[in-house]
Every structure is written in structure tokens, then in C-alpha cells.
């Protein structure tokens, strides 16, 4: 939730959406385990199934909408580490937005 831009094709407008921001605090340890974290290689995709239902986002009936997801990326490391550490060495951070998806409401 946050993450979905849906813009009507015919009129530009975006969405209304409720855009709430989760976050996720680290373990009382303060490492994450591999079940915690996601590996992706030089070059490799990830991807997820996500139902978008009212109220978090309101479409209109018999519309089309261009869906991007856009935010920002945090707390990628390099390397083999098993643990991701929430120190902020050699973390990178930075915005993202995906190409369009066209869909029909």
C-alpha cells in the first residue's frame, strides 16, 4: 500500500489511494535472518501477486488505469553476508519506479 500508482489513461488523473507507509522494525537482536531477506542475483527479477481492493485504492468501474509501482528501496547490501546487520555500512538506499501496466477496471 503506497507503493501502486494507478493513473487513468483517458484523463490523467491518479487514483484516490490511501498511501500508507508500513515499516518494520528490526529484531530486538538487530539482524535480520535469511528468512527475513531477499536474494536477488546480478540481474535476477523478483515477483509478487498483490490484490488491490477498496479502501486502500478507489477505481472507477469501466476504466483503464496505468499502474506503476514507485517508492523508495532501502537496506541493500552487496556480497554474501547471511545477515543483514542494521548498521549502515555499505547499505545502499534509493527511489524506483517500474514501467506501466496497463489495466482494465
Given at each position: 500500500m503506497g507503493i501502486f500508482v494507478f493513473t487513468s489513461t483517458?484523463?490523467?488523473q491518479d487514483a484516490k489511494c490511501l498511501?500508507?507507509?508500513l515499516k518494520?522494525?528490526?529484531?530486538p537482536s538487530g539482524v535480520f535472518s535469511a528468512e527475513?531477506?531477499?536474494?536477488?542475483?546480478?540481474g535476477g527479477t523478483s515477483?509478487?501477486?498483490?490484490?488491490?481492493?477498496a479502501p486502500e485504492v478507489v477505481l472507477e468501474k469501466q476504466t483503464r488505469y496505468s499502474v506503476r509501482a514507485q517508492?523508495?528501496?532501502m537496506h541493500v547490501r552487496f556480497g554474501d553476508d547471511?545477515?543483514?546487520?542494521?548498521d549502515e555500512d555499505g547499505v545502499m538506499r534509493g527511489d524506483f519506479t517500474s514501467e506501466p501496466v496497463e489495466v482494465d477496471v
Open positions: 483517458s484523463g490523467g498511501n500508507l507507509k518494520r522494525m528490526p529484531p527475513d531477506t531477499i536474494r536477488i542475483e546480478a515477483e509478487r501477486n498483490v490484490e488491490v481492493k517508492g523508495y528501496w547471511p545477515e543483514l546487520k542494521t
